[in-house]
Each structure stands twice: as structure tokens, then as C-alpha cells.
């Protein structure tokens, strides 16, 4: 286990605070429920539809249709969706799913956060977590980051990195890479806490290469020191300068960012997604998430390819994202 996952599930344990598991049917779920119990992570609810899956001791099982609450949050939904012209029959069948469902409940304060996403995709988790909870006050764009942890490294904070956009944005424009950057850094910062050094990644560095995919890369770094100008950000940055310090100081001597950075903002969804596997799989490194920034309230995807193991450290970090929005 990573210095940094022991860290959450120690915060997590601190103030436990409720997370709702939509998909009770997966065997992971159930798996990860019985160990996030047993480590006294956070108080479970898991969400089912159709036959009840093994109990799991400690937890709520809840069938969405036949919970007390159904009405309740179907009449809620229908007045939050009453301008786009929503019946009460359409909330009421939405409810009876089981993400809609969990949304619902952490909007209306029975639960603190969501995770979901072994057995849905991303826009399944999202597209209930935009219709109800909103976007955070100020956010313009919705984003996906991973942390991850490698072992035995030198770089980043000792092997630990922030990733994005990992999971939705497939080719941002200068503008929405910038967002991307600023919300990763307030991420990192939250998590970590300490300052993060952003480093705009590309096939160039500080023009050494000329293309139209360089000059977004260098167009949205500029965006992120107009918009944040406390925050350590720079680009264009190719990998290695980024990561390694004698690398860094002969492609880009003048960056304060470059040998040191730690929040790895990739230039579209093919290159983040490709990059964040390649190190999970090749330097055997802890992946966490896909966790979402921009949500007014704590959601976390998971990757399909996920294990309980994965789920369990997700929980715990959604937990603590919990605690610090509820301190706020």
C-alpha cells in the first residue's frame, strides 16, 4: 500500500462519513464493501436492483423501488428538472435506478458522496451527478484526474503524481486545458497538501517542435498564469524534462517547474488515458480513480477494469473529499 492510500483510509476512518455503492450486483462491490466495513472506512450504503445480493454486515442494502425514500426524492427530482420538462412518472422511473438513486440521496444530505462506475461507464456516473448536484460554484468545465503512486521512484512526490484528463475531456481546447490544469492543481493541493508544480506535457519543449497541437499546449499554459498567477505551471513540457531535473534543465533551464512536477496535465484523453495504464501496468503503480473535479458534491467513476482492491481506496479518498467540502 502507497504512503498516500494509507494516509486516506487513516483520514477516512478519522470522521467516517457515509458512501453510497450503486451497484450491489458486482462481486467486487460486495467484496470492497466487506473490507471498507471492516476497516471502518466510511458507513456503506449499497444499492441494488433486482434479487438482493449477499448481505454484507455493517452495511444498508437498499432496493431504490421499494425504499421509503423513493417518493420523496422522485418528487425532488421532478422539481430540479421541472424546466427541462420532467413528469413525475419520468422521476419516479429514474429513481428506480440505482445511480440516479444514489445521487439523489447525496443531494438530499443522506448520504456524502458517491462511487460508482465497476460496471457503468463514465457517462452513466455523470450524467446523474450533472443533472442533480450541479458543478461546483465557480467551475466551468468537469475533468478527471488519477493518483498515482509508483513505487520505488524518485520523481513527483516521492512516486506520487496527479494525472488529467484521464476520462472525459477528449481534446480540449486551449481554454479547457487551462481549466483542466488549474482544477488539477486545486486537487492535488486538497489531497496532498502541498503546493503542486504543473507541468503542461506535449512532444515539444519550450519550442523545440512547431505545430498547431504545441501552440494549444503553450496557448493554455499562458491561460493558467493569466487566470492563477501564484500557481507553479508550466509548458510546453515533453515528459522527461518535466520528471527529471538534469533533463529538465537542459530542454527548459528557466522553468521552475521542469525536473520537479507532480500534476501531469496530458494534451487530449488518447495521450492521459494510454499514459496513466502504461505506468499502472509497466511500473506495477497504484492507479486511483478515475476521481472527478468540477462536481458540486464528491462522485467518483471507477475504471471497469477495476478491482475491490481499487474500490476500497476510491471509497477512501471520496471519504476524505467528503470531510474537507464539509469543513469548508
Same mark, same amino acid.
Given at each position: 500500500?502507497?504512503?498516500?492510500?494509507? #494516509?486516506?483510509?487513516?483520514?477516512?476512518?478519522?470522521?467516517?462519513?457515509?458512501?453510497?455503492?450503486?451497484?450491489?450486483?458486482?462481486?467486487?462491490?460486495?467484496?470492497?464493501?466487506?473490507?471498507?466495513?471492516?476497516? !471502518?472506512? $466510511?458507513?456503506?450504503?449499497?444499492?441494488? &436492483?433486482?434479487?438482493?445480493?449477499?448481505?454484507?454486515?455493517?452495511?444498508?442494502?437498499?432496493?431504490? #423501488?421499494?425504499?421509503?425514500?423513493?417518493?420523496?426524492?422522485?418528487?425532488?427530482?421532478?422539481?430540479?428538472?421541472?424546466?427541462?420538462?420532467?413528469?413525475?412518472?419520468?422521476? #419516479?422511473?429514474?429513481?428506480?435506478?440505482?445511480?440516479?438513486?444514489?445521487?439523489?440521496?447525496?443531494?438530499?444530505?443522506?448520504?456524502?458522496?458517491?462511487?460508482?462506475? $465497476? *460496471?457503468?461507464?463514465?457517462? &452513466?456516473?455523470?450524467?446523474?451527478?450533472?443533472?442533480?448536484?450541479?458543478?461546483?460554484?465557480?467551475?466551468?468545465?468537469?475533468?478527471?484526474?488519477?493518483?498515482? *503512486?509508483?513505487?520505488?521512484?524518485?520523481? !513527483?512526490?516521492?512516486?506520487?503524481?496527479?494525472?488529467?484528463?484521464?476520462?472525459?475531456?477528449?481534446?480540449?481546447?486551449?481554454?479547457?486545458?487551462?481549466?483542466?490544469?488549474?482544477?488539477?492543481?486545486?486537487?492535488?493541493?486538497?489531497?496532498?497538501?502541498?503546493?503542486?508544480?504543473?507541468?503542461?506535457?506535449?512532444?515539444?519543449?519550450?519550442?523545440?517542435?512547431?505545430?498547431?497541437?504545441?501552440?494549444?499546449?503553450?496557448?493554455?499554459?499562458?491561460?493558467?498564469?493569466?487566470?492563477?498567477?501564484?500557481?507553479? *505551471?508550466?509548458?510546453?513540457?515533453?515528459?522527461?524534462?518535466?520528471?527529471?531535473?538534469?533533463?529538465?534543465?537542459?530542454?527548459?533551464?528557466?522553468?521552475?517547474?521542469?525536473?520537479?512536477?507532480?500534476?501531469?496535465?496530458?494534451?487530449?484523453?488518447?495521450?492521459?488515458?494510454? !499514459?496513466?495504464?502504461?505506468?499502472? #501496468?509497466?511500473?506495477?503503480?497504484?492507479?486511483?480513480?478515475?476521481?472527478?473535479?468540477?462536481?458540486?458534491?464528491?462522485?467518483?467513476?471507477?475504471?471497469?477494469? *477495476?478491482?475491490?482492491?481499487?474500490?476500497?481506496?476510491?471509497? $477512501?479518498?471520496?471519504?476524505?473529499?467528503?470531510?474537507? $467540502?464539509?469543513?469548508?
Amino acid at each position: 500500500m502507497s504512503d498516500f492510500l494509507a #494516509r486516506m483510509k487513516a483520514q477516512a476512518a478519522g470522521d467516517r462519513k457515509t458512501i453510497v455503492l450503486p451497484e450491489g450486483e458486482d462481486p467486487r462491490t460486495i467484496e470492497a464493501a466487506r473490507r471498507i466495513v471492516e476497516e !471502518g472506512l $466510511a458507513d456503506l450504503v449499497i444499492l441494488h &436492483n433486482g434479487e438482493e445480493p449477499e448481505p454484507v454486515e455493517g452495511a444498508r442494502m437498499v432496493d431504490p #423501488r421499494t425504499s421509503p425514500k423513493h417518493e420523496a426524492y422522485a418528487q425532488e427530482l421532478r422539481r430540479l428538472r421541472a424546466k427541462k420538462g420532467m413528469t413525475i412518472e419520468q422521476a #419516479r422511473e429514474l429513481v428506480d435506478d440505482a445511480t440516479y438513486f444514489g445521487t439523489m440521496m447525496v443531494k438530499m444530505g443522506d448520504a456524502d458522496g458517491l462511487v460508482s462506475g $465497476a *460496471c457503468h461507464s463514465t457517462a &452513466n456516473t455523470l450524467r446523474p451527478a450533472l443533472q442533480i448536484l450541479k458543478t461546483a460554484p465557480g467551475t466551468k468545465l468537469v475533468s478527471g484526474f488519477m493518483v498515482v *503512486c509508483v513505487p520505488d521512484c524518485e520523481y !513527483g512526490d516521492h512516486g506520487t503524481f496527479v494525472f488529467s484528463d484521464i476520462g472525459l475531456n477528449e481534446y480540449p481546447d486551449a481554454e479547457a486545458l487551462s481549466e483542466i490544469a488549474i482544477a488539477s492543481a486545486a486537487s492535488w493541493k486538497q489531497l496532498m497538501g502541498t503546493e503542486p508544480h504543473v507541468a503542461m506535457l506535449s512532444y515539444s519543449s519550450h519550442g523545440s517542435a512547431n505545430s498547431e497541437y504545441v501552440d494549444k499546449v503553450a496557448e493554455a499554459t499562458a491561460l493558467v498564469h493569466a487566470k492563477a498567477p501564484g500557481l507553479l *505551471c508550466d509548458g510546453e513540457l515533453q515528459t522527461d524534462a518535466a520528471l527529471d531535473e538534469t533533463v529538465g534543465a537542459l530542454k527548459a533551464p528557466t522553468s521552475e517547474v521542469a525536473g520537479n512536477a507532480d500534476v501531469l496535465v496530458f494534451p487530449n484523453l488518447d495521450a492521459g488515458n494510454i !499514459g496513466y495504464k502504461l505506468v499502472q #501496468r509497466l511500473a506495477k503503480a497504484e492507479a486511483y480513480g478515475p476521481l472527478l473535479q468540477g462536481i458540486a458534491k464528491p462522485v467518483n467513476d471507477l475504471s471497469r477494469g *477495476c478491482s475491490a482492491t481499487d474500490i476500497v481506496a476510491v471509497v $477512501a479518498i471520496t471519504a476524505v473529499q467528503a470531510q474537507l $467540502a464539509s469543513a469548508e
